[in-house]
């Protein structure tokens, strides 16, 4: 028997019970449904999710300004990208509700319980975004909005509406909706782009999908009874495993070129090349215990992961 066999039996043989690991909408988990109308629109922006973009972009602010930035700028991103990321999930959401119903981990969203209309959760979605790109317009500049925006559209046209349900790829292309903080944060400070934010951009692209795909290796079959084609639901966990490795290591080698590239010293550097083996290694350990808990230890990490690379990152430019 394969380790993909055992893996679909291991999920298939005990309930699919949430994760409390991760920021609550990279698909991660049901959470206990709100009681109060604000309650359930916050639920609608998954606020879990929102908290691990903003760990990206705070430390990428300080990497451009060399330094703290104003804290009324860094008050405006967050608020302004907290809006933005809100407003596409919610969106996301709406467009989603139908497989949503589907799957066990999202079935006590608001728009499939019914205790938000989509109407009414579209408009809010909407009206979310139109006021980040006034916030970030106003309190930073016109290209940060623009960036935010362009997140927004790239998630909800190309990941939700196109990909997410059509190939096998989805979230290594849609992954760059989350790779965008880094952008905005840096086009807040220094109002322009270089080759920084870029290989910023890269480290989050190629962490994506190891990171989602963790998460779906337990959720498989959620995923196919959505007749969603994320890839551990549809590729033996063989290849799936593959995949992970290589994103990893493109993500590591990102991690290590931006070293020369942002001119960091052995703070970040030590933190990059042992937080990177650790994750490298964590694959290659799920790959001999191929079940739902070892994914979501995988999963957890690459959560840890990103807030201590950041943090590091942070503590290198400030000392």
């Not at 705070?58 to 933005?84: C, E, F, K, N, R």
């Not at 989805?170 to 782009?193: C, E, K, S, T």
Request: aromatic share 10%; glycine share 8%.
């Amino acid at each position: 028997m394969g380790p993909y066999n055992r893996i679909d039996m291991a999920v298939g043989s005990r309930p699919l019970v949430p994760s409390r690991l991760a920021p609550g909408g990279i698909a991660h988990g049901s959470r206990r449904p709100a009681t109060s109308t604000v309650g359930r629109y916050v639920a609608l922006t998954k606020p879990r999710i929102i908290e691990l973009l903003l760990i990206t972009t705070v430390p990428t602010m300080v990497m451009a300004q060399a330094g703290w930035p104003s804290t009324w700028l860094v008050t405006v991103t967050l608020i302004g990208g907290t809006l933005a990321a809100g407003g596409a999930n919610a969106i996301n959401m709406y467009v989603d509700r139908d497989i949503d119903k589907l799957m066990q981990r999202t079935k006590d969203r608001p728009l499939v319980t019914g205790v938000i209309e989509p109407r009414n959760a579209l408009v809010f979605a909407v009206a979310l975004e139109a006021i980040a790109f006034v916030v970030l317009w106003a309190g930073a500049n016109l290209l940060s909005a623009v960036l935010a925006f362009a997140a927004t559209a790239f998630y909800v046209v190309v990941y939700t509406l196109w990909l997410k349900r059509t190939s096998r790829q989805n979230i290594v292309i849609g992954g760059a909706a989350g790779a965008m903080p880094v952008l905005v944060g840096w086009a807040a400070v220094q109002n322009d782009l270089g080759w920084t934010p870029v290989v910023l951009f890269g480290v989050m692209f190629f962490w994506t999908p190891p990171h989602f795909w963790a998460l779906a290796i337990k959720y498989a079959d959620d995923y196919r009874a959505a007749n969603v084609p994320m890839l551990p639901a549809v590729v033996p966990f063989e290849n799936a495993i593959r995949q992970m490795v290589g994103h990893t290591l493109a993500m590591v080698a990102c991690t290590v070129i931006l070293i020369p590239v942002a001119d960091l010293g052995a703070i970040y550097s030590i933190s990059a090349i042992v937080l990177g083996a650790i994750f490298v290694a964590a694959i290659f350990w799920l790959s001999s215990r191929p079940t739902p808990s070892a994914s979501m230890r995988v999963f957890g990490y690459s959560i840890t992961y990103v807030t201590v690379l950041f943090g590091a990152m942070t503590l290198d430019v400030l000392i």
